[in-house]
Nanobody
Framework: QAQLVESGGGLVQAGASLRLSCAAS????????MAWFRQAPGKEREFVAT???????ASADSVKGRFTISRDNAKKMVSLQMNSLLPEDTAVYYC????????????????????WGQGTQVTVSS
């Protein structure tokens, strides 16, 4: 059974930066596509960014140029560097994992992912 634990959330002002981390207790971590999703109050969970087994990445248009996802297979960690934060980035951020083969595409839907963390709150004040 896999376990994902997020950390790094907090309350910041618009324009600030935060770095979220996800520590994964997963056998064969390198075989998983990892992703960040977020969910604001009253809204559905939405895709933020994903990193494939080969460390290639994809991100939502709303965060392109501001957020960067990365992974460290040796440490079994995934990070999300968030710069130029906006009030609309306020949400609970979740780490997710999906076991994939190397030729798999990027996955963007929450229903595609096998494991989830408990979430970390990010609040951006204007």
């Amino acid at each position: 059974q896999a376990q994902l634990v997020e950390s790094g959330g907090g309350l910041v002002q618009a324009g600030a930066s935060l770095r979220l981390s996800c520590a994964a207790s997963i056998v064969s971590f390198s075989r998983y596509q990892m992703a960040w999703f977020r969910q604001a109050p009253g809204k559905e969970r939405e895709f933020v960014a994903t990193v494939h087994r080969d460390s290639t990445t994809a991100s939502a248009d709303s965060v392109k140029g501001r957020f960067t996802i990365s992974r460290d297979n040796a440490k079994k960690m995934v990070s999300l560097q968030m710069n130029s934060l906006l009030p609309e980035d306020t949400a609970v951020y979740y780490c997710a994992a999906k076991h994939v083969i190397s030729s798999a595409p990027f996955y963007y839907s929450p229903s595609d992912y096998d494991y989830w963390g408990q979430g970390t709150q990010v609040t951006v004040s204007s």
